[in-house]
């Protein structure tokens, strides 16, 4: 009985070692299979980084030309601002150029008609004398 009994314990011992090999050679296969994923991703994800990288450099010079544009844009309108300035100067001027003839025309106008009468009047006068 303690025969059967040592075989049996044999048996299992060596059933759990079977078992046990099997496990492992299952684990290192595994073990395997990941790093060769984990090395495929890698590798995969390099190309996908580096387009990454260059997009975001890219996207740096567009906002820096945005921020160029920008910046042209508030001395544009500034120049248009002054511009305006400028013309509403120039529209003065002339309105008080304007305003300033026609005074001096009426008042010319007046004066020449008053001394056309005076003139023909003195004139008229001498010859009655």
């Known amino acids: 009985m303690v025969d ?3 075989i049996v314990i044999t048996i ?4 759990v070692a079977v078992i046990v090999i099997r496990v492992l050679i299952e684990l290192r296969e595994g073990i ?10 890698e590798e995969s994800l390099v190309p996908v980084l580096d387009e990454l990288r260059l997009s975001l450099q890219s996207l740096r010079h567009l906002t820096d030309d945005v ?5 042209d844009m508030k001395v544009f309108a500034g120049s248009v601002r002054q511009v305006g300035q400028n013309v509403k100067a120039v529209t003065n001027l002339v309105e008080n150029i304007v305003e300033t003839s026609t005074v001096s025309l009426a008042g010319m106008r007046v004066g020449l008609k008053v001394a056309s009468r005076y003139v023909v009047s ?6 009655q004398t």
């Open 12 to 15: 299992i011992l060596i059933a």
């Open 122 to 127: 003195n004139f008229f006068r001498r010859k």
């Open 32 to 41: 395997h299979i990941m790093r060769e994923s984990a090395r495929k991703t």
């Open 4 to 6: 059967l009994f040592l």
């Open 67 to 71: 921020g160029d544009v920008a910046d």
